[in-house]
């Protein structure tokens, strides 16, 4: 299974970017999707989750009613409308995929992409 984010770039505080993962290999609607972020000198952490119909998705207090995950089952392809972009959103973001339980952390996903650099400036 392969994972391949773009879509990262650099952006001004206020604006958007979307990324978007495309997966290749195993049952893309049957994973749960996640994108995760890792900031110079921090932890990575959990920006937002989609279980595999899209009926549930998760986010991270920073970043609820900014960002919207989303996913097209027919496109093997999970996507993050980024909105009103904050200094502090500037990260490496990764998509990553797991099967069973809908659940959204670093230990339990299976698969991951390389990343793609966000930057917004202020």
């Known amino acids: 299974v392969q994972l391949q ?32 972020r890792q900031a110079p000198g921090k932890e990575r952490e959990s920006v937002a989750g989609i279980n595999w119909s899209g009926s549930s998705t998760y986010y991270a207090d920073s970043v609820k009613g ?38 959204v952390s670093s230990n339990d996903m299976n698969y991951w992409g390389k990343g793609t650099q966000v930057t917004v400036s202020s």
Do not use: H
């Open 66 to 103: 900014r960002f919207t995950i989303s996913r097209d089952n027919a496109k093997n392809t999970v996507y993050l409308q980024m909105n009103s972009l904050k200094p502090e959103d500037t990260a490496v973001y990764y998509c990553a995929a797991t099967y069973g339980n809908f659940v």
């Open 5 to 36: 984010a773009s879509g990262g770039g650099l952006a001004q505080a206020g604006e958007s970017l979307r990324l978007s993962c495309v997966v290749s290999g195993g049952t893309f609607s049957s994973y749960v999707m996640a994108w995760f």
